[in-house]
Structure formats: C-alpha cells, structure tokens
C-alpha cells in the first residue's frame, strides 16, 4: 500500500509577521482558505487516503494539526521531542510504517510548498511510486528550473531516459548523477545551460523497505538507534521513551546528507506542475492571480492613488487601506504588528523575527 | 481692551485620515498633547485672558471645543449655521464683541498654525496690536519667506518702515502695497528676490471700531445684513433667528477679498517666529523633532532595517511597526483606516477623503 509522511515540523519565519514560531509558514493560509499543509493533504487525497497520511511534526504543533486536519487519526502525527533535522523524522516515520505495513511504498513530501496544477502533479507522483515499486529504487521529484536560482539545491541526472527501456511509464526517469548544494550565480546559470539539472523540491519515494536498507548502509549509527528505541506502536506515542530516547541519541542530519547523496542508485522525474516553495512575501505576491488594474493584491478594501504592484494582508478584514504613490510593497498587518517592507527585500523579514 | 478671535471652521482633508470632517485638523495634536487650537489658545493667554477669547466654528465642533478648552466661556463659541468663507465668520465676531466693549481692539486668528517660538510671536502680536490702537490702521502680520513658495498668498509692502517714524515700536511695520493671490513659480521667485513680500497668514489686528468701519465701507450689503440681524447677545445664540438669517443672507467671501485687497491703508509686520501652517504629512515630519538615528519619526515601538525618513503615526500605541527598505513614506492609521503614502506626495492624500 502506498503512504505519505508529510514533514511538518517547520518553524520558519520568512513569513513574520504573519508566521511566528507558534505558527509557522505551514499553517498559514495564502491563496486558499485553507492552509500549505491543508493544501498538501487535500492534494494528495485521491491516491493516498488520509488513514495512511503521517505528519511528523513538533509537538507544539500538534494542537494546531489536529484542528486543521480533523479527519487525520491521532497516531498519525508523530511529534519529535527535539528538532534533528530531516533523516530522524524520516526514520522514525518509515519504523512506524514499517510495523503497520512491511511492504509500504512512501512519499516522503514537504508540508509547506504551493503547486498550481495538482492534477499533473499526482500523475508525476503515481509514475514516481510505479517506478520506486517495480525498480526498488530511492526516487526523487525534481523540479524543472525556469530561472538562474540559487537558493536551492540541484539535482544533476544522466541523460539517458530511464522510462524508455522498457516500463509502462509516460513520465521521464533519470538516474541521478549528483545532489549539489545551492550555488552562486554563475554555477546556477551554467547547471541551467547544461540542461539536465533539476531543482531538489525534497520530495522523496521509495519501497519502505529500501529506504531501512538505505539507512542501515549509509546512516549505520542512526539506525541501530532506531532498532533499539523504535519497535512497538507505543514507542512512538508523543512523550514516549522510545521516541525520546531515539531523537536524544541521533545526530542532527538532513535526508540529503545522511542518505541520498551517498546512495548509489536514485532515481530522479522532472515535475512540470506549477511547484512553488513560498518562499518569501515576494512569492506570495507573485502567485496572488486576484490583482487590481494596478496590480496591486489585497485581501482588504483598497484605495489606490498612483500605487502599483502592492501586497496587502491585514489580520482586520475590515480596515481600508490608502495607498499613495508607493510601489512593490509589502504591507503586512497581525493582530499586534504592521510591518511595511520592499517586496524585493523580503527574504529579510526574518531579521525582524530574530530581534 | 484686546480680545482675540480664533477661526476654526476648517473642515481640510489635508490630514486624512486622521483628520475627518468631524475631526478636522485645528482639533488634533501632533507635536504636543495639545491640539493646534489648544495651542493657539495657549500661546496667547499671556496677553489675553480665555474670556476674552472668541472661538469661531461650524456647530458641529461645538462639542469638541467645550472639551478641549474647558476654561472657555461657552457664549464665545460662536457656531456658524452655514460655511460663507471668513468675512461674515470676522463681521460676527466684530459685532458680538462690540457689544461688550466699543473700544476694543481685536485680533484674528487661525486655528490651526504651528509656532515654535511662542514668545516672539507675542512681541509681534504686541507691536501689532499698539500699533492697530494708535493708528487706526488695518494691521497683519506677514511671514518672512524662507523658500519659494507657491502655495501661500503674498502680502507686497512698501520699503519705508512706519514704525522708523517717531512711534515706540521695536518691530517694523510697513504700508502694504497690495495683496496677491497664490504665485506661479516664476513669480514667487520674483517675490522672494524683490524682498518686500511677506506670506499672507491670515492674522489680522485691528481696532473693533476701525474694522466695522471698513465692512460699511467696503462691504456695504453685509454691514447692512448684520445691522438689520445681529444687535443684540441673543442673536448671537446657536440657532437663534439673528445668527441664522445673518448667514443666510450674506455672501460667502474671504476677508481678504472682501476688505483687506480694497483698504486702503494696511499696515504690516514681518514676523519670523518659527510660524507653519503645518499643511501635510511632510510638514509634520518636519516639524517633528523627535527622530531616530535613520531619521524616522515614530509614536509607536519601531524596528527599522534599511529603511529612513518615515514618519508612522498609530491610533493603537500599543501596536509595533517594523520597516524593511523603504524611505520617505508616511503611515498614519486610524480606528479604521491605514494609509500609506510618500511623504513628498502628501499634499494629495486629500483626495482620499473624497472618495
């Protein structure tokens, strides 16, 4: 059977001062009324039902899942007891699965991301399960990159189609070559030019089984810490000793680290599906498709005097809003904050989170 | 006896949104607790005590002056039934005062200019008014300009000082050649360089008698009105017959039009005492002298990254405000309202109440 381990313990503040740690990125909600991690869970519902939907998370998160995902059973929210990056949320998903389903395929999926064509994008994730299930391999979903970025990390591929020797799919599947770590510019328009560069969009498939053997070769430590904490349902109940005593013994890796770049044989498909990580006001900006004539986009009644290209969210709905020859800002308004800061310097809101 | 007559009528939306036609500017403070009324009456309870104060304003500000100038007597708020422009405002009040003390001497003032150097301004109020008393003589007081200014009426004089003539006085006084209306910008800088220009501020002094004598002269058919309505106190009564047919009937004129552009002999002083008529954001931006290191003016908690010259005024005191990036922006918010423009565009921002 098939099962999704969505990752949601993030506590971003890219989004201050509408995300706050007690309310990161995650559960906010930007172009929908429902939250990213609504969205993912809604998006993957027609494949994988939400029986068979974990979400590992912080336990202060818990509350917030429980309300916003009310058909989620409560086992399937695992809450780490302390933040260990990536490849231990992994583990301890795939050990719980693992005593629920030994022959489990799983996508492991961002909780955080926005993605325009959801249609497409589960025939991408069903081609990636067929592949990861009749190969055996550690699949992943790159994006296709359509500008120089350097923010994130790329995933290099070999040429050679997978897909055309010989299987069922529609969908391309590349070997991969190499993770790469983000680069600077001039390495990022290059990996562009070569082509067979794919953005890592940190969605991953596999067997559950290949991904235990992957763990036990590459992340030996980790996983003999798993086998001796993580082996009955109890185990992983929030609080619980086995949990505990995993997350205080493992180090603190990502999945990338830890695993896949080390892995002799993954497996990578280009996505063309409108993915987008959110991240920054900016990207909210861009993605809003509801503007005035002067694209401006705002969530509240706007009067608009020689104003362009403005974001506008306020927490009071009923609160106008005057704009007067200002342009490409972002204009952000909680219950006990306003900030006001150039669209094209909102990756650095997170400077106001820190102070 | 000298008694003052302050004009607040004004309904401006030069300050929206926090000005409002219930609100108008002369009511709210902005470089002080006191309000630009309160502090008119402040700056010239020294020469002229409260009972001696004339309020004159639309009756809907009745309320709002009885509690920003408790001390005042209420039969000195003299509340207009309807707007006819500054002459008839200026004849009520001479007649209202003429029928407590024949020979009194009156000054006339705007509510709502921002002086910030109080004392001089009462050596000038001082001058003008023993001048007014023993010429006879129409008197104003005109602001020396310190930049081209196109937004403000000119008063010319004539060069040879009055006051160098065997009076007592330690301030100059001049005859005034003739007033202008707002300048182009040519003109203005003409003005600025010929020397003998003063802004037109709209203070006058005069003896009782003398002014009553120019509205016979100069402005017949309302002297005639007010004769026929307005002779006894009770007249003078919100509401009452007299006050209200008074504003009926007569034409709606500036003092400026109406007698001082036909007087024949005007006197003037040039005043230098930090006067502003404080006409937008930017000037009270300017006026503001509290300002951070970046140059923002803030009367909320502020985290400022890259970003100068902004003034922010909040209604909740308790809010914070952060800026990332952006300069030169006024952010005023109200119960209801947020506006944000660029303090250089601030003059428009009356286009909003409009709307």
């Known amino acids: 059977m098939r099962y999704a381990v969505i990752m949601a313990g993030g506590v971003g503040s890219r989004f201050w001062p509408a995300s706050t740690p007690e309310m990161p990125k995650q559960f906010l909600s930007f172009f929908s009324s429902q939250s990213l991690l609504q969205q993912t869970v809604e998006r993957i519902k027609p494949i994988i039902p939400t029986d068979r939907i974990f979400i590992v998370t912080n336990a202060n998160y818990a509350a917030i899942i429980k309300e ?161 904490t993580l082996n009955k349902s109890e185990d992983f109940v929030t609080g619980a000793t086995g949990i505990t005593q995993f997350f205080a013994q493992v180090e603190s890796i990502s999945i990338d680290y830890a695993i896949m770049e080390k892995a002799e044989s993954v497996s990578v498909l280009p996505g063309v599906f409108g993915w987008n990580d959110v991240g920054s006001w900016q990207a909210v900006y861009e993605l809003e498709l509801e503007k005035d004539a002067a694209a401006n986009a705002t969530n509240v009644p706007l009067d608009a005097i020689d104003a362009k290209g403005n974001l506008v969210r306020l927490h009071n709905r009923g609160k106008k809003v005057a704009l007067l020859g200002v342009e490409g800002l972002a204009i952000i308004e909680t219950e006990d904050t306003l900030m006001i800061a150039k669209l094209e310097r909102s990756q650095d809101v997170k400077q106001f989170g820190h102070s």
């Not at 231990?88 to 030994?102: E, F, G, R, W």
């Not at 961002?110 to 081609?127: K, T």
Request: hydrophobic share 40%; net charge negative.
């Open 68 to 228: 916003q995902l009310p058909s989620l059973p409560i086992e399937n929210i695992l809450c780490e007891p302390q933040a260990k990056n990536t490849a231990p949320c992994v583990l301890l998903a795939t050990k719980k699965i693992a005593l629920i389903d030994p022959d489990a395929s799983v996508a492991v999926l961002p909780a955080d991301h926005y993605i325009s064509q959801p249609d497409v994008y589960l025939d991408v994730l069903n081609a990636a399960f067929e592949h990861a299930e009749q190969k055996g391999m550690l699949t992943t979903i790159g994006i296709q990159p359509h500008r120089v970025e350097m923010g994130y990390g790329y995933i290099k591929y070999q040429k050679n189609n997978l897909a055309s020797t010989g299987n069922e799919l529609t969908t391309s599947v590349y070997k991969v070559d190499a993770f790469t770590e983000k680069p600077n510019y001039d390495k990022a328009k290059q990996f562009i030019a070569e082509g067979n560069y794919l953005w890592n969009s940190g969605m991953f498939i596999w067997s559950n089984k290949v991904i235990q053997k992957a763990f036990e070769d590459y992340a030996p430590a980790m996983f003999s810490v798993a086998a001796s």
